[in-house]
């Protein structure tokens, strides 16, 4: 049965140091030179104006829901912060489906920003590199063939490596709400699940 518990998976999602790399400080600002012929004046209105400070990155927030069942990791936002039995049995469902063999369905949650990092950076930029960090991670522990990223607000942070297979499919709280997009969601699904 499934047990993990998502508080439990976030103290887990805190400890993995996150990727340093930080794109927003990879940015250089080059000031305009200008070209003058010393024998024209000039109106100060027509000087280059000095490049202003680069303003700091806004903080973002977000929480994932990361599943780990048969050969692929299963990720989705978490638009409410609240995690339901429903999505985890839809996930384990779609997840045998693909895989007939026995599955186990493991599962934490990603919280943005790192609680107990609070020294990192809290901006689109540092959370998309956590993320893609932390993804490696257990793809390589898990032994996956690739992810399934589920609604569109998780392709906002989850980046698929190069190495994996990408899925994209309905968020699991809009197959529930919506069964007729488990039809769409099956005909992403199908293909791998035939050559596994």
């Given at each position: 049965e499934l047990k993990a518990s998502v508080d439990t998976a976030k103290a887990e999602a805190t400890r993995v140091a996150p990727v340093q790399e930080n794109r927003a400080t990879e940015r250089q600002h080059v000031a305009v030179q200008a070209q003058v012929d010393p024998s024209v004046p000039l109106d100060a209105t027509e000087l280059p104006q000095a490049s202003s400070q680069p303003q700091p990155a806004a903080a973002v927030a977000f929480q994932l829901l990361i599943a780990a069942a048969g050969k692929w990791l299963w990720i989705e936002q978490l638009e409410d912060g609240l995690l339901r039995r429903d999505q985890l049995q839809l996930?384990?469902?779609?997840?045998?489906?693909?895989?007939?063999?026995?599955?186990?369905?493991?599962?934490?949650?990603?919280?943005?920003?790192?609680?107990?990092?609070?020294?990192?950076?809290?901006?689109?930029?540092?959370?998309?590199?956590?993320?893609?960090?932390?993804?490696?991670?257990?793809?390589?522990?898990?032994?996956?063939?690739?992810?399934?990223?589920?609604?569109?607000?998780?392709?906002?942070?989850?980046?698929?490596?190069?190495?994996?297979?990408?899925?994209?499919?309905?968020?699991?709280?809009?197959?529930?709400?919506?069964?007729?997009?488990?039809?769409?969601?099956w005909a992403v699904l199908k293909p791998p699940a035939q050559t596994c």
């Amino acid at each position: 049965e499934l047990k993990a518990s998502v508080d439990t998976a976030k103290a887990e999602a805190t400890r993995v140091a996150p990727v340093q790399e930080n794109r927003a400080t990879e940015r250089q600002h080059v000031a305009v030179q200008a070209q003058v012929d010393p024998s024209v004046p000039l109106d100060a209105t027509e000087l280059p104006q000095a490049s202003s400070q680069p303003q700091p990155a806004a903080a973002v927030a977000f929480q994932l829901l990361i599943a780990a069942a048969g050969k692929w990791l299963w990720i989705e936002q978490l638009e409410d912060g609240l995690l339901r039995r429903d999505q985890l049995q839809l996930i384990e469902a779609m997840a045998r489906a693909m895989n007939p063999q026995d599955i186990t369905l493991t599962h934490f949650g990603f919280e943005w920003p790192l609680v107990q990092h609070a020294h990192l950076a809290r901006d689109a930029d540092s959370a998309r590199d956590s993320v893609a960090g932390q993804l490696r991670r257990l793809a390589r522990e898990q032994g996956v063939q690739g992810l399934i990223l589920m609604g569109e607000a998780c392709n906002e942070w989850a980046v698929v490596p190069p190495a994996l297979t990408g899925l994209a499919i309905p968020a699991t709280l809009a197959m529930l709400t919506t069964p007729a997009l488990k039809r769409d969601a099956w005909a992403v699904l199908k293909p791998p699940a035939q050559t596994c």
